[in-house]
């Protein structure tokens, strides 16, 4: 891996550098020297970097399935973007608007953050364990997809099956 691709995977990921400095466990004067290209980037940096973008692609997959659950998704032609990480959905018929599950990189514990964006409506989608997070070193419990809905720059509520808020959002983009 050279500088220019360190660069890149770092503008990918979306994360802010102190997110990224913690990941792979570097300082903030390694990261300059690996991007200014003083110094080569060691294989255990590029192993960490591309476990990352596995874990961005397992999500991305994962999505992809929990949308082919709903309701007239069969309308639709799904395409990963391999430049941006962004999941897009296009109407087949040409009619109606492209949906486009954007990449907003990870939230505070690391896990992948999307939004869905249509009109005024903004859906914020989490990759997140199933049953919580792991506490008392029991095994972190399978990862889906919630929607949080959020009210006045916070949290209210998450939707733990995301399923009908997607569904409202394809109906509304195929009548546009």
């Given at each position: 891996?050279d ?7 770092l ?149 733990n ?16």
């Open positions: 891996m500088n220019n691709q360190y660069k890149y995977e503008k990918r990921s979306k994360l802010i550098l102190d997110r990224w400095l913690s990941i792979l466990n570097i300082t903030e004067n390694q990261h300059k020297a690996y991007s200014s290209g003083r110094t080569p980037i060691p294989t255990s940096i590029h192993l960490l970097i591309e476990k990352l973008n596995m874990k961005r692609r397992d999500a991305l997959e994962a999505l992809q399935e929990t949308l082919k659950k709903i309701e007239h998704i069969e309308h639709y032609d799904m395409k990963i973007d391999e430049q941006s990480d962004n999941l897009i959905l296009t109407p087949r018929s040409g009619n109606g608007d492209s949906l486009t599950f954007e990449n907003q990189g990870l939230d505070v514990f690391l896990f992948e953050v999307y939004t869905l964006k249509l009109g005024n409506s903004l859906l914020t989608l989490i990759f997140y364990p199933e049953h919580g997070l792991r506490i008392n070193g029991k095994p972190e419990s399978q990862r889906k997809w919630f929607v949080l809905k959020t009210g006045e720059d916070r949290i209210s509520h998450v939707i099956d995301p399923a009908n808020e997607l569904h409202q959002m394809i109906k509304i983009s195929l009548t546009r």
